[in-house]
């Protein structure tokens, strides 16, 4: 039987729907969650990215400042808007778009949001929280809209060996750590492969639970999968597609087909990971503006 789909955006709706009703009761004490969005430069994926970001904050119900600046912008003054931002009490939530210019050292920016604002969970600070477990700290949005949608999938982790492939400090690190901590949404036993790794497969093979994020159109076939395992794809890579209007189209990091007819449970590109990753930043978001208070 071929793999159920998880619909990420069935989740991510429900979830968009519960920020707006706890934004709603943060208005009527008179707080208006507000969140920043900074995009440095004219990167189309980007700007795509930080609009969806925008919009997707004023339909809950916050306040979104959008700031476009020039991909000039000197670090100093990048930095100096974070201070601004990071003093004004209107603004509970702080994301700067990735990829900076190369001028520009992503950690010093990144070091200089305030944790309490940084809804990203980029922070060192927010990191360290997350790897000891502490829950007062920011988690990045998509591992924590991954483990969301395993949760809502009724997909039971305690015990499962989950494969993540991908190290990156924005989805495997923190993805691995979130899976590992004692809790009844993770006590995984957690495995990290990278390019280093000798024979992936022999790895991927072992996974209940295998969540990719490679960066690799297709990385994962249907020989690598054990059968009945839980396949997140992470991967959004924009591949050349003559059959497309635009030329191209979305591929993740499976290969869908192959892999839908072993897995038990497989997140579809697009409509599966993306629509998470923007839920959880909104939620993100509301749970600042609680933390603040005003
Ligand atoms: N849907 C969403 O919301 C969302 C959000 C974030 C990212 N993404 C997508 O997820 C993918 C990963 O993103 P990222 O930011 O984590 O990418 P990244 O920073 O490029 O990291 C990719 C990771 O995959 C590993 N890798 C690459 N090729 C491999 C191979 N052949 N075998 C084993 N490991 C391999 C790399 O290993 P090394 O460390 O050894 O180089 C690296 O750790 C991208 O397609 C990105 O667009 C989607």
């Not at 925008?54 to 808007?81: F, H, T, V, W």
């Not at 001028?103 to 070091?111: G, K």
């Not at 980029?122 to 997350?130: D, I, S, W, Y």
């Not at 790897?131 to 395993?150: K, N």
Request: proline share 7%; glycine share 8%.
């Amino acid at each position: 039987m071929p793999a159920e789909l998880i619909d990420g955006r069935a989740v991510a709706k429900k979830i968009r729907a519960e920020v707006a009703a706890r934004a709603a009761k943060l208005a009527a004490r008179g707080i208006r969650p507000g969140l920043a969005v900074v995009l440095v430069g004219e990167d189309p994926a980007s700007v795509v990215y930080t609009t969806a970001k925008g919009k997707a904050a004023e339909e809950a119900g916050m306040y979104c400042q959008n700031l476009r600046l020039p991909a000039e912008i000197s670090q100093a003054d990048l930095l100096a808007r974070v201070d601004a931002l990071n003093s004004d009490p209107r603004i509970h939530g702080i994301l700067v778009q990735m990829p900076l210019p190369k001028h520009i050292d992503p950690d010093t920016v990144i070091r200089r949001i305030d944790p309490a604002k940084d809804v990203d969970g980029f922070h060192p600070v927010n990191v360290g929280k997350m790897l000891i477990g502490e829950r007062d700290g920011f988690i990045p949005c998509t591992p924590a809209g991954i483990q969301v949608l395993l949760r809502e999938s009724g997909v039971s982790t305690p015990g499962k060996n989950c494969v993540v492939i991908g190290r990156s400090n924005i989805v495997g690190k923190p993805m691995a750590a979130l899976m590992l901590q004692d809790n009844e949404n993770a006590n995984c036993t957690v495995t990290v492969c990278h390019r280093h790794t000798a024979d992936l497969p022999s790895h991927t093979r072992q996974a209940d639970i295998l969540i990719v994020a490679a960066g690799r159109p297709k990385i994962v076939t249907g020989a690598m999968v054990k059968p009945g395992a839980v396949v997140i794809d992470v991967g959004t890579n924009r591949v050349n597609d003559p059959k497309a209007k635009s030329g191209t189209r979305l591929q993740g990091d499976v290969d869908f087909d192959s892999v839908r007819e072993v897995a038990s449970k497989l997140t579809p590109v697009p409509g599966g990971v993306g629509p998470m990753t923007i839920a959880m930043l909104m939620a993100n978001t509301v749970r600042a503006a609680e933390m603040a208070g005003r």
